[in-house]
Nanobody, 125 residues
C-alpha cells in the first residue's frame, strides 16, 4: 500500500509559478514510476507529466512542455512539479499517481495504482 499526499497548490496570477510536492509513504518509493495529472470541473482527468524511477526519463503533455518540470527525490520519497509561466487554462485540481512499473512512463490514468487526494491550482487572468 502506498499513501500519496500532495501540497503546494494555491491561487496565482497568470505568468506566475507554483511548485507542487507529492510525498509518498508506505512501500518503497523507488519501485514506482510517478505521474502528475489534472482535472478541471466537468472534465476527465488528463495527463500532465511522468517520470521513471531514477528520474532519467520524463514525458510531458504538449501544452505544458517548456513550462512545467517534473522531478523526484527518492531519498525524500517525493515527486515535484515545478510550474512556471502559468496560464488560466492550467486551473484544475492536480493529482499525483504511482504505478508499479518503474522503468516505463505512463500517461493513461487507468494504469495507475495509487492516487493522492489532489491539490487545487487556480490561475487568475
Amino acid at each position: 500500500q502506498v499513501q500519496l499526499v500532495e501540497s503546494g497548490g494555491g491561487l496565482v496570477e497568470a505568468g506566475g509559478s507554483l511548485r507542487l510536492s507529492c510525498v509518498s509513504s508506505g512501500r518503497t518509493f523507488s519501485r514506482y514510476s510517478m505521474g502528475w495529472f489534472r482535472q478541471a470541473p466537468g472534465k476527465e482527468r488528463e495527463f500532465v507529466a511522468a517520470i521513471n524511477l531514477s528520474g532519467s526519463s520524463t514525458r510531458y503533455e504538449d501544452s505544458v512542455k517548456g513550462r512545467f518540470t517534473i522531478s523526484r527525490d527518492n531519498a525524500k520519497s517525493t515527486v515535484y512539479l515545478q510550474m512556471d509561466s502559468l496560464k488560466p487554462e492550467d486551473t484544475a485540481a492536480y493529482f499525483c499517481g504511482a504505478v508499479g512499473d518503474p522503468y516505463r512512463l505512463h500517461t493513461d490514468p487507468r494504469e495507475y495504482d495509487y492516487w493522492g487526494q489532489g491539490t487545487q491550482v487556480t490561475v487568475s487572468s
